[in-house]
């Protein structure tokens, strides 16, 4: 990453909030309410899978919860790095949309004694704007993120699924819930290729 004072001083500011995040026991409770799942088994190697530079093909819904099935396609890449012995890893994306450039930064971050992944998205057209971590663990290879939201004005469950594929290959997919999770519509989904 380059020497950014700018970038530097938001990365310090979102991992000095982790610990407080993580330790206030609110994350288990709502991971737990809203999967009824107890805890699984995870590690701070869950997104050893992640980490390196990718091509992302992107495949992203026009219009959400409202009956759409026309997509469009756009590229991007992005570049995983651990930190802090790794339970912390973060990305920082670059997608080409519509003729436009966009950049976020992707966080992630894992409380060993409760074995839960809090995941975060900082979009660079708003960097001060750091929303709700999705939080999920892995089961069987596959990471799922729930967060709480609003969209248009209504609230929604947020699902966010991370599959390592193979060494070379990875996808993200985001769905969203307007019925308490009865029903989920997938609305973005990242098709990662590792490059070199």
């Known amino acids: 990453m380059t020497a950014n004072p700018d970038r530097r001083r938001l990365l310090q500011l979102s991992l000095a ?10 994350a ?3 991971l737990a309410a809203t999967t009824g799942a107890p805890p699984a088994a995870s590690s701070a190697h869950d997104f050893d899978f992640f980490l390196g530079t990718w091509n ?3 495949r992203r819904l026009k219009q959400r919860l409202a009956g759409s099935s026309d997509w469009e396609e756009f590229d991007g890449t992005t570049t995983c790095q651990s930190l802090l012995g790794g339970i912390v890893n973060l990305n920082e994306s670059v997608s080409h949309r519509g003729g436009r450039t966009a950049t976020g930064m992707g966080l992630r971050a894992f ?3 409760k074995g839960l992944w809090a995941d975060w998205y900082l979009d660079g057209s708003n960097p001060i704007q750091l929303d709700a971590p ?5 089961t069987n290879g596959v990471g799922t993120f729930l967060s709480d939201d609003l969209f248009a004005g209504k609230p929604i ?3 966010g699924v991370f599959t390592p594929i ?3 290959s990875a996808q993200w997919e985001q769905a969203f819930s307007p019925d308490d999770g009865k029903t989920w519509e997938t609305n973005w989904v990242m ?3 590792r490059r070199g």
Do not use: C
Not at 17 to 26: C, D, E, Q, T, Y
Not at 134 to 138: A, V
């Open 166 to 168: 193979d060494s070379s």
């Open 17 to 26: 909030a982790l610990p407080g995040l993580l330790a206030s026991g609110h």
């Open 28 to 30: 288990s409770s709502v």
């Open 56 to 58: 992302v093909r992107h």
């Open 191 to 193: 098709r990662y290729a």
């Open 134 to 138: 999705g939080l999920g663990r892995f």
């Open 157 to 159: 469950k947020v699902r």
């Open 111 to 113: 409380d060993a004694v």
